[in-house]
């Protein structure tokens, strides 16, 4: 598996093989390529200790009906995760739920 390094503001192209088919996906910044990653998978399983207070832009007109999306993060023991990172959870699940019919499953 490669890697691709994301710089916002300059755009950087990824070609995938899914499905049996090459996909490109091209992006400038680091939610372009989880929304075009999201919209052709079956499944999605993110791995982040950053979270977006408000996940709203990443769901946004996105067709996941049906699909299975999964998050894994972290909180650090002390400080303002264990204060901001409950309500960024609630917005991931409420928000993931509402596009794919299902409540998904965080770890």
């Known amino acids: 598996m490669g890697h691709v390094l994301v710089n916002n503001g300059l755009e950087t192209s990824a070609t995938l093989r899914v499905g049996g088919a090459s996909r490109e996906i091209r992006f400038k910044d680091h939610l372009s390529p989880l929304r075009q990653l999201l919209s052709i998978c079956d499944a999605g399983l993110l791995e982040a200790p950053f979270l977006y207070s ?4 990443l769901f946004a007109g996105l067709e996941l ?16 995760d264990q204060l901001k990172k409950p309500y960024a959870l609630r917005s991931f699940a409420s928000l993931a739920e509402s596009a794919t019919g299902d409540w998904p499953a965080i770890h």
């Not at 408000?54 to 832009?57: C, G, H, K, T, V």
């Not at 998050?71 to 303002?80: F, M």
């Open 54 to 57: 408000d996940f709203a832009e």
């Open 65 to 80: 009906r049906g699909k299975k999306i999964e998050l894994i993060t972290s909180a650090r023991p002390k400080g303002d």
